[in-house]
């Protein structure tokens, strides 16, 4: 009896993992609103579905130069700590450009996150900021070779910080689509800013799977 109740605890833990993994929003997909229509890059807003329903949304940026949005189109996506299949893989910190490690993953600069954790609201207020904002991150993530701001100075905000430490809520959204005879296109790598109620929802299963755990404990 009381193996079956611990099977039964450990049938739960692993439903709620599977239920608030982001592996399972297979159904997810994403349609992007142009933010900037005067310039290259973001600000974008990202819808996001949930079979065909919408779930939540968010602004991003562009991390690749030389890769491009169809507005019209609903994508698929990955969310992931790199950009896939996308841009130079190199990066500008504080005059020092290092290469990737790892080819076909270029993985987000710390330097980034931290720009958009502390200045994404910032840099809406204007347009020229919204511009200053995404040439910063172009060049930090090695996909422009110089950066002059206009408004305000993005880079040497986040250079005068110099953070090292990765923030693990904010990543990369990987867009694909495919074409009519199933070609798999990699369009474009945004910045992964999931909205307070998704982290809300992720913290509650995150919650009930250490509060499963703990009781499994303590019943074995």
Not at 93 to 104: D, L, R
Not at 152 to 177: H, M
């Amino acid at each position: 009896m009381k193996g079956l109740k611990n099977l039964k605890i450990m049938l739960l833990i692993s439903i709620v993992c599977l239920v608030f993994s982001e592996t399972a929003f297979a159904t997810l997909s994403y349609s992007i609103a142009d933010m900037s229509p005067d310039w290259e890059g973001g600000p974008f807003y990202v819808n996001v579905y949930d079979n065909n329903t919408l779930l939540t949304g968010f602004v991003s940026y562009c991390l690749e130069k030389n890769e491009y949005l169809d507005f019209s189109t609903k994508f698929l996506g990955t969310i992931d700590d790199y950009a896939i299949q996308g841009g130079s893989g190199f990066s500008n910190k504080g005059g020092t450009e290092t290469a990737p490690t790892i080819p076909g993953k270029d993985y987000l600069n710390p330097w980034t996150e931290w720009l958009v954790a502390n200045y994404l609201s910032h840099s809406l207020v204007t347009d020229q900021r919204r511009k200053d904002f995404q040439n910063a991150i172009w060049y930090i993530e090695g996909e422009i070779d110089s950066y002059t701001p206009g408004e305000f100075d993005y880079y040497t905000a986040v250079k005068n910080a110099d953070p090292g430490d990765d923030i693990p809520w904010i990543r990369v959204l990987n867009l694909y689509s495919y074409t009519r005879d199933g070609r798999k296109i990699d369009n474009q790598s945004l910045i992964y800013v999931p909205e307070p109620g998704v982290l809300i929802l992720l913290g509650i299963g995150l919650t009930a799977v250490g509060l499963a755990g703990r009781r499994f404990r303590k019943t074995s």
